[in-house]
């Protein structure tokens, strides 16, 4: 299949690159490197160097992986994007090029602007470029789990039937974020459903959980091949956080008390999932939504796992509770349902302690270039950046 790449350059979009391109797909990656822009300005740079797009896609191809073609341009920019859906003609487009850090978004107005803005053109456009350009294209857009939040109820795989007045209705689930970034995802949910309805769009929207995890088949290739890896408070999520925290020798740092509980999963489960939704498309005028995690855990429960992995590799590790930066529950009923991708084939693979001392071992040999200024909370959601 031509498969788009929207983000090509982030977290997720580069090993999703390569491991489709691997299995012979012809893939053309976008990317502006917004993310890499964002991180300079908020001193919250990844712990690796990683080589731009072009030279990944040079150093993927030396390592005999098949060609992967690199368009560097701003989704936001409809003239872009247009012209190359039009040229390339994708049979799904993967759309990964947000800004996704929550505390990026809280930290003031700026910030929350250019992440509205960033986040709702490049859906907006993306739709009118498949509209306009490639109609049977598959989106396949990346949603969050953050967008349902913590409601006291079970969380339905994106819809919910409700009986009002002795009437019966299917709907979205309820989403009420809590972030503006997350916000952002709702609103995307809702821009891509209303243009399923009116004009037959196809699109799978994954409700995808924080991911974890640095390495993938084609990772090992060459190291220069791994991901971005953020470790701080604004760009780093909190397996990484407490990761780098371990190998630094300070004390994990729990906001509150710690019971916040999320859908988590591997790396090398998001590349099934996307791989999964590719292979299964949806047709003209539907909407699947799909919940993509594979174990949900609370804070406490991640930090005592990397304790027991740290401790294989006699690292001690202390665990403290920090004021919340956040508004939060931080003791909360948490049940969402995830069938649909494990339906479709997806075999999970866990959080384990053997995964947290393989990451621990790739992150060992960076120990002193761990900047400790960035692993501390410095966004309040009640008052911005300290
Ligand atoms: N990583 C996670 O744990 C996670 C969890 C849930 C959802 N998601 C979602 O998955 C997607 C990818 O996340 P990620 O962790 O890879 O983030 P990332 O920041 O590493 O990747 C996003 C990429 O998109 C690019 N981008 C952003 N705006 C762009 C624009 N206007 N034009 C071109 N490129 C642009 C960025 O430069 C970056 O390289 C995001 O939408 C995110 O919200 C991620």
Not at 12 to 19: K, Q, V
Not at 99 to 124: C, K, W
Not at 361 to 381: A, G, M, T
Request: net charge neutral.
């Amino acid at each position: 299949m031509r498969i788009l790449i929207l983000g090509g350059d982030g977290y997720l979009g580069w090993p999703t690159a390569m491991a489709l391109a691997a299995e012979g797909h012809e893939v053309l990656t976008i990317d502006n490197y917004l993310r890499r822009l964002l991180a300079e300005r908020t001193r919250s740079q990844a712990l690796m160097r990683n080589p731009d797009l072009q030279e990944r896609a040079e150093i993927f191809a030396a390592a005999g992986g098949p060609k992967i073609r690199v368009a560097i341009g701003d989704c936001a920019n409809y003239l872009f994007l247009s012209r190359v859906v039009a040229e390339f003609q994708p049979e799904a487009a993967i759309h990964y090029a947000e800004q996704p850090s929550a505390p990026y978004s809280m930290i003031g107005f700026d910030e929350a602007r250019l992440t509205l803005n960033n986040n709702l053109n490049t859906t907006f456009n993306l739709i009118w470029a498949v509209l306009e350009r490639a109609p049977d294209c598959h989106i396949v857009k990346l949603g969050t789990m953050g967008e349902y939040g913590t409601p006291k109820i079970d969380i339905e795989e994106g819809w919910i039937e409700i009986e009002h007045a002795g009437r019966k209705d299917k709907f979205l689930f309820p989403r009420q974020a809590g972030s503006l970034y997350h916000t952002t995802k709702v609103l995307d949910t809702d821009l891509l459903w209303f243009y399923v309805r009116s004009s037959g769009l196809r699109v799978t929207d994954l409700m995808q959980g924080p991911v974890y995890g640095l390495s993938t088949a084609e990772t090992d290739l060459d190291k220069r091949l791994m991901p971005n890896f953020h470790y701080d408070d604004i760009f780093g999520t909190v397996v990484n956080r407490f990761l780098v925290q371990a190998i630094a020798g300070i004390p994990l740092t729990v906001y509150g008390k710690g019971g916040q509980t999320r859908g988590y999963l591997n790396l090398r489960d998001t590349l099934q999932c996307v791989r999964l939704a590719i292979q299964n498309p949806v047709k003209r005028g539907e909407l699947r939504i799909l919940n993509q995690f594979t174990e949900t855990l609370s804070v406490n429960d991640i930090a005592l796992r990397v304790r027991a992995a740290a401790a294989r590799l006699d690292l001690e590790v202390r665990v403290d509770h920090v004021a919340n930066p956040r508004k939060e529950a931080e003791d909360h009923y948490y049940n969402p349902k995830n069938s649909g991708l494990l339906e479709l084939g997806l075999k999970p693979s866990l959080m384990t302690e053997d995964v947290l001392t393989a990451m621990l071992r790739e992150l060992v040999p960076y120990r002193h270039e761990i900047d400790l200024k960035k692993v501390r909370p410095r966004v309040s959601w009640s008052g911005g950046a300290r």
